[in-house]
């Protein structure tokens, strides 16, 4: 079902069973993705029922095979934004709910700005400060939040996990405005739908600052693997 340099991903019927086998290729640098840590936030994702079980894993290959969850969801853009909402935003508020203990706990998002090859000294001025923000809030975070990562059937489910790390709930909101394409007045929707239709002042504008580093994370992704 997808077969690009970076991975491969058959979908397996074996008997009664309906599997998901996926082999990585061309990876990004660790840490920004480690698969070992991506089966992990799956793993303790899917004992909620947040995402597909993980049926078995090889490190050495990085290959995986999960559960196949088939979906009545058309490609990103079908639905209106309002039921996107309707149906994103109870997950990720339900996935971050879940417990963090004994999940890795990085990479850290100057680690991952690092990564591509971007010190701290270059980060734009506006973005530099949030390095340092109180990390104790960091929640179990997909990281790549779009429609085609979305599976519903008896239940709704987030595939592809490589990106899942533990970080700040806005920064997953923040992705997830990038990838659907959300004006502004739609981020502060997006807002008040998760956290109610009181919103904190400074919310509002670490998610503005979180949507810019959401940009600049998306154009050095771009930049190196597109």
Not at 204 to 215: D, I, N, S, T
Request: proline content about 5%; some cysteine; aromatic content about 8%.
């Amino acid at each position: 079902v997808l077969d690009s340099e970076r991975n491969h991903v058959w979908r397996v019927r074996c008997g009664t069973d309906d599997l998901v086998v996926r082999l990585s290729g061309k990876r990004p640098p660790k840490p920004i993705v480690d698969f070992e840590r991506s089966i992990a936030m799956q793993s303790v994702a899917a004992s909620y029922r947040l995402a597909p079980q993980v049926i078995a894993f090889d490190v050495d290959h990085e290959l995986s095979i999960t559960e196949y969850v088939d979906s009545d969801l058309g490609t990103m853009g079908e639905q209106a934004f309002t039921e996107q909402l309707d149906l994103i935003v109870p997950v990720l508020r339900s996935l971050h709910a879940v417990p963090t203990d004994g999940l890795p706990t990085g990479p850290t998002d100057l680690q991952i700005f690092e990564g591509y090859g971007v010190s701290v000294d270059e980060l734009p001025s506006e973005i530099a400060p949030s390095m340092r923000w109180d990390t104790s809030t960091h929640v179990v975070c997909h990281h790549d939040v779009n429609m085609r990562n979305v599976r519903r059937a008896q239940r709704t489910v987030l595939i592809d996990w490589e990106y899942s790390r533990c970080a700040d709930p806005l920064h997953e909101l923040a992705v997830l405005a990038k990838n659907l394409e959300l004006s502004d007045r739609q981020g502060a929707a997006l807002l008040e739908r998760y956290f109610g239709p009181t919103v904190d002042s400074l919310v509002r504008e670490r998610f503005k600052v979180y949507r810019r580093r959401a940009g600049l994370w998306f154009a050095l992704w771009s930049k190196r693997y597109q």
